[in-house]
């Protein structure tokens, strides 16, 4: 290998920024040696030069450009200048960069010859380039205060078809740009935001920045365009949930403090300064052991390092009761839970408090009334243990008397809890007997009174030809009966479920044939147009399990998703067995439930705000509820108000 260069293959040319030659061509490059002899050239620059490229190679440069300078010691700065050519006579300005560069340990000049064009050229020479820039770009004339190109990315930003459209003078963005402009310094990089609304008339907003170009001898700035249109959605979003995460904690009953990792609190609620007696100036950024009394204060930071260190805790995850201390020094108890939130902000800790002072309260009244009672019972036994005593002999009878007492008053302090867990039963079936009276009373009247009315209507239809009107009342009473017998099965079944009358007794049943059943007995229930679709799997077989619950639960879940459907909707039907499960699903398109009344869903005698004028007593749920813990089995159920419901379980078989 020699120490000549390749003429043919020149080393590549360190890379140069465009838009320093924004308004000029990149014609051709040479490569020189120290002394400024020619060592390659490439087509261009020879016809820059006016010679033939072979000949040129081993002349001296200044043979071309007598008043070039090179540097009389090496350097790898990057020069630049003008210079005056005559090719074929004619006197032409060019420009040139020259830089220093090694190859095969020779040292190399590259110099680049630039011919001036102008400013449309270099727009449109470098237009592909534009359309390789990720974002929005917008040439601007200042002077002129118009645009005069624009990239694809743009276009697709504002739902423009041609580049005219973007460019006119009243469009939106040149507008909206020209405006802008007006406020800016644009001498300097700016910045500023542009909100628009495009012709499909979706809003958007666009980041602007501005850059000018100060090669060119124009006065024109590159507008580059950002679409951040989805991120401010985004930010409005965050905004908004975290104002509504605030509004819950801070409306919450029970207080509610946020702390970091090294324990000072972020976060409180109004019903903490309620408990602690401090504002939230007062606690925020505080170390969260100003709450808490000795020893637990000093021992607190010893305890949160330790958590950090190991992941080890005492009450993290767990809730227990402890003693908080309010601004004033006095002390309080409250149950504690406490868990751990990751953040893209690092660790935090939520603590849930629950004031438990009304309650001590009253288990120290419990007590105190206890002690009392325990008194006057000993009161009591002294005075009758010397009556005892004196007439001991005598009046045995007393004194069997006197021990009975003793008894019923000890048996009296144990059964105390009984008593009360009694009243509040008698409380509850109270209000139950009210919920039920007033129900039977509405439900009941409904069906008789469309007996008594069609009956006094079929008297007086005796012809013949009012035959079919006689059929229609019939059909009526039929149905008012239908429904005073469901009604009635319904409280039936609940008073046998209540006196512990119906019991699981599995026995061998044809899952399918009971399905069908099933759908052939709701049949009769079905609106104009309603249908029942099915879907078995694994079905075709014999299982052990109660038959007449699971056909009472499929009975009572499928009428309800007729029920409360409109005619011409469909109920889907799915069961299939897989291994020791039997699992069922019924969807309809009905009414749905509203998200509030479901958590009272299985109460007896519930019945949602949405369904009140549909006829029902409130207690299918319930009895399928019920029925299903008999069968060891789970129901689970989704829906969305006006949309539909889907009720699923599943029970154990055996084969």
Known sequence: MTDTPDHNNPPS????????FMSQQISGILTLNHGGDILSIDISAAKILGVDAYSAKGKSIHDFIPLLDLPTSFSEKETHGTATITPDKQPQTITYSLRAGREEKQDLYFLVLHLQDSFADSIERYRDMFEWIPTGLMVYHLDQQQPLTCNQRLLDFLQLETEKQALRADSAISLEIKAQLNRVEYEQESFFQIKLTTPGQNPICLQATTSLIPALNENIILILLEDITQQNLNARALKESRNT????????????????????????????????????????????KMLMPQPHRGDHDSYLRNYMATGEGQIIGVGREVQGQRKNGTLFPFRLGVSRIETEVGLLFTGVIHDLTEEHKAKAEIIN??????QKVEERTEKLTEVVNKLLQSNLKLEEQIKERRAAEEALKRNEEELRKALEREKELSQLKSRFVSMASHEFRT??????SSSELVKLY?????????????????????????I??????????????????????????LLEESIDDVHVLLKPNQTVERTFTNIDQEVLID?????????????????????????????????NLLRISIRDEGIGIPESDQKHLFSRFFRADNAVNIQGTGLGLNIVHRYLELLEGEIHFKSIEGEGTTFSFEVPVGH
């Open 13 to 20: 040319l360190p890379p140069l920024r465009p838009e320093r």
């Open 245 to 288: 995460l605030e509004a819950i904690i801070g409306n919450a009953v029970d207080g509610i403090i946020i702390i970091d990792h090294r324990g000072r609190i972020q976060m409180t609620n109004e019903a903490t300064t309620k408990l602690f007696g401090y504002t939230d100036e007062e606690m925020l950024g505080q170390n969260i």
């Open 369 to 374: 009334l206890n002690r009392e009672l325990e």
């Open 447 to 452: 069906p008789l009174t469309t007996i008594a």
């Open 462 to 486: 005796t012809r013949t030809e009012q035959q079919p009107k006689r059929e229609k009342h019939l059909r009526r009473i039929q149905s008012a009966v239908t429904n005073l017998t469901g």
């Open 488 to 513: 009635l099965g319904d409280f039936l079944s609940l008073s046998k479920l209540e006196e512990g009358k119906i019991s699981n007794v599995p026995e061998a049943v044809n899952l399918k044939n």
């Open 547 to 579: 038959k007449k619950i699971l056909k009472n639960i499929m009975l009572n879940l499928l009428s309800n998703a007729i029920k409360y459907s409109d005619a011409g909707s469909t109920v889907w039907l799915k069961a299939a067995v897989e291994e």
